[in-house]
């Protein structure tokens, strides 16, 4: 048994899992789909893997919705997409490589087996005039004009990432229209990977994964005669481990968001553990008054906890202390904390009673950020790609002078998701020695400070 795998987290049932795909509420069934390779815990040929839940928490995997096909336009990959509804068909439509091309499938017994159109692929990139790298991923949408819009995810030479828009009557005859934009600034990375465009708050959101920086990025502006002016940007997760995003409204009208969380130990012991990849929690998504963009997780979250083990208040003096009867792989936390004179204070997770390890999560008033520190935690992490420090990430979090800090912490095993004030998140992947390191605790440096509110569940 892996201690590593997560418990409440979808994961694949074996083998290797990426980007989410094609969210659809279908018949008051949530599906969700996914990349994922059937032949072992490494990235390879993708497919579309296929789960169902009634509730967005307990799912249930169903056969392989897609599969690529030898000598086809797909024949090396399924690659990432989305789903729509027209005329009342169910249509996934994804990217075939290689080379990249927008294909269409569709579905006549409630989602569980596909038929791919006689008329694929329906869009290559030579129906763009610009000089393209890459062009996969799309993202469809309809308006108010009775037209479908597509979002490719592509980069332009010379200049930068690029998300390029289209429109069709039928999903199956694309008109070029323009790029949706385009960044100059190789920080958000030369191609987009993933792109979704959407509406939340009064604002439109567009949300891509750079590369190689592999990071998701996002901006949320106004969208008017199928022109996109972005006013704020930032990044959809702060945590190093979270990519590939993918938003859909439910039939609620709430904009629900997904993400890949990736693995973040050496290969050889993905390999021995047979699996790879988790879902992040369902997430709503809202703006803030300056347009940043802020996460809560669903409120069906709260179905998985078991038994409350504290609610109670109390003084953090300097210094740490573990928290008797509050220990777990398993956990949810809600802490809220007034600084006092702390400097730096929080929550310690995934430790070992003898302190050799863990890994901390708070605030720092001097840096006005919140931060996971895995610099102490067990193992430590192989993946982290361009952040700076691969044991440390931290999300901008501008506090008012007698502002209290929110925390609501998910432990599931190896994966932690922390949301805090404004709706920032972070997502990591914590890696103990061993299954025996699940203390929790609290800690304050630089002075004292209060948690005012402190709720732990077993879930």
Not at 192 to 215: A, T
Request: aromatic share 12%.
């Amino acid at each position: 048994m892996d201690h590593h795998r997560p418990t409440y987290h979808l994961c694949p049932p074996a083998n290797w899992m990426n980007d989410p795909n094609g969210a659809v509420q279908w018949k008051g069934q949530y599906h969700l789909f996914y990349q994922y390779n059937p032949n072992g815990a490494f990235s390879a040929t993708k497919h579309w893997a296929h789960a169902v839940s009634p509730d967005l928490i307990h799912w249930e995997h169903l056969p392989i919705a897609l599969t690529p096909e030898p000598g086809s336009y797909d024949k090396d990959g399924c690659f990432s997409g989305c789903m729509v509804v027209h005329n009342g068909v169910p249509t996934i439509v994804y990217t075939g490589v290689r080379p990249e091309v927008q294909c269409l499938a569709t579905s006549s017994d409630d989602l569980l087996t596909w038929q791919k159109h006689p008329a694929n692929p329906v869009l290559d990139e030579s129906s763009c005039p610009l000089k393209v790298k890459t062009f996969r991923d799309p993202f469809v949408w309809k308006e108010t004009d009775g037209l479908w819009y597509m979002a490719v995810g592509s980069g332009i030479t010379g200049r930068g990432g690029a998300c390029l828009l289209y429109r069709s009557a039928d999903l199956l005859n694309w008109e070029y229209m323009h790029p949706l934009l385009v960044d100059e600034e190789a920080s958000t990375g030369l191609v987009w990977n993933c792109p979704n465009f959407f509406s939340v708050d009064g604002r439109h959101v567009l949300i891509v994964s750079g590369q190689p920086v592999w990071k998701p990025f996002y901006w949320s502006g106004g969208y008017e005669d199928h022109h996109f002016t972005p006013q704020t940007s930032g990044l959809v997760d702060y945590g190093g481990c979270l990519y590939a995003a993918l938003v859909f409204n439910d039939e609620a009208g709430r904009t629900l968001f997904w993400g890949w969380i990736w693995e973040s130990r050496p290969d050889d012991e993905i390999l021995q553990a047979g699996w790879a990849g988790a879902m992040a929690l369902p997430r709503t998504l809202f703006l803030n008054e300056d347009g940043t963009l802020g996460a809560r997780p669903a409120p069906e979250v709260e179905a998985l906890r078991k038994r409350q083990v504290i609610h109670t208040s109390r003084v953090v003096a300097e210094g740490q202390t573990h928290l008797e009867n509050a220990g777990g792989a398993s956990l949810e936390l809600r802490v809220r904390f007034s600084p006092g004179q702390a400097k730096r204070f929080g929550v310690s997770v995934l430790g070992a009673a003898d302190g050799s390890e863990q890994t901390l999560i708070g605030y720092d008033v001097e840096r006005r950020e919140v931060f996971v520190d895995r610099r102490e935690a067990g193992l430590r992490p192989t993946m982290a790609f361009n952040w700076p420090n691969p044991d440390y990430h931290a999300a901008p979090l501008d506090l008012a002078a007698e502002e209290a800090l929110e925390l609501h912490i998910f432990v599931d095993h190896s994966v932690v998701e922390v949301f805090a004030n404004q709706g920032r998140v972070l997502s990591s992947r914590v890696y103990t020695r061993g299954p025996e390191s699940v203390c929790v605790g609290l800690f304050a440096q630089g002075g004292e400070c209060q948690a005012d509110l402190l709720e732990v569940w077993e879930l």
